[in-house]
């Protein structure tokens, strides 16, 4: 059901300028940057309409003080290597704090309750203040009760812009996820212990920017650059775009050297894909982003040419600019096995931040359950500015995309595949695959190393780095 009406093209116009926060106008036709005065982010409880069946209460999501244009949390843009400072208020009746998905910033500005920073309880608030050093595109959510807190909406996208990134003609910003809703509209249990077992429980709502299949209007025969974070609980996506041409420009917010024609890529909760989209010349003429994983495709988003065309020409772009690299050295790499597999103790563990009373998963045979690991115990100790290579091995039928907090990894080799090795923060390490990772232990703190199907982090497969 593709619904295009009057409010999803005015949203997709919107996206980056009317949600924008902290630093003003910042869609397709301009930039401007104000002052750097700590932006109000507060944590909040909100009824959305996302189903047909009408509004949806106990929505969760963040919104920036003045009276929320949209259910959904803003994107939030900064500039790389310039100070960002926030202060988040939490007005949810439970404890949460806020982490920066894939930005490299000081340990104590993570977001990880006890780990980094205590609890914000309701009413409180906690000042967040860094300076990101990779342009990109990045998303935040909270640490604390994730499954739910994500689950019911707290997922935002982040956008580091960098002065030198290349002008496009227009650009849009796509949140991807499901809801868990009842055929009233209302939530649901947010998971079933036997799909927490397995590959996770799947919403029952599809949606990009809380809208489901919302079409967005761009100039004909125009670049877009298209800024996708899959912020799913437990969904991975395997991406086409029909009807027009495209290139993949980044991945998890790392610009490829060259940019790759898109064919089909895999993103999995966590992860950032950023195309830039030569629109169709026929005004009217639509382009079609499609989930092709399931048996039958799914529409997730479409593109519709407005105007005369541009005739421009995806070689046009020149590459993104490079964030700095992870200058790893595997001579003197010590390796670090990290297994990944399933684990016999069912029973529930207490944990901070709630448990959804199941151990399912382990790391190296042991189960860590929560949002944040046992405070006390890291799984290794890494001295500052050496290189490791985390040698994991699923040996689980699922796959798993394992979240680094607080530093790049680059993929070196893996058995199953050929890997890019482009610094990330996600990998998506697949059933039976031996996969190594060069990082450089260059961020001293308690470092969250964790799989992002929320339920895999929640029942098992949480543990932190400790780097000093
Ligand atoms: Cu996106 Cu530990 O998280
Ligand atoms: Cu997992």
Sequence with gaps: MAMLTRRNLLSGAAVASAYGLGFGLSGPLGKAFASADPVLIEAATTEASLSPAGLTRGVMTYRSGAPAESPMPPTIRMRRSERFAARMINRLDEPTTIHWHGLRIENAMDGVPFLTQ??????DSFDYAFTPPDAGTFWYHPHCNTLTQIGRGMTGVLIVEDPADPQ???????????????????????????????SGTFGTLRTANWQVEPTYDAPAGGLVRVRMVVSDVTRLYNLRLEGADALVAALDGQPLPSPQPLDMVTISPGQRLDLVVRM??????????????????????????????????????????????VEFDLNSAQEIPLVLSATAEQAAVDSICGTLGYSFWAINKKPWPGDTADPSAPMAELKLGRTYLLNLENVTPHAHPIHLHGMNFVPVSSSTREVTQLPSDTYLVLPDEKVQLAVVADNPGDWVFHCHIIEHQKTGMTSYLRVV
């Design 118 to 123: 205590p609890y914000v309880y309701t009413g």
């Design 168 to 198: 496009f003609d227009a650009e849009i910003t796509l949140n991807l996820r499901d809801w868990r809703l009842g055929g009233d509209g209302q939530f649901i249990e947010q998971f079933k212990a036997r799909d927490a077992a397995k």
């Design 280 to 325: 169709p010349d026929g005004e009217g003429t639509l382009a079609r982003l499609v989930d092709v994983r399931p048996s039958t495709p799914k529409t997730v988003t479409s593109f519709r040419a407005i105007g005369a065309s541009l005739k421009r020409a995806l070689g046009d772009v020149p590459p993104l600019s490079a964030n700095p690299p």
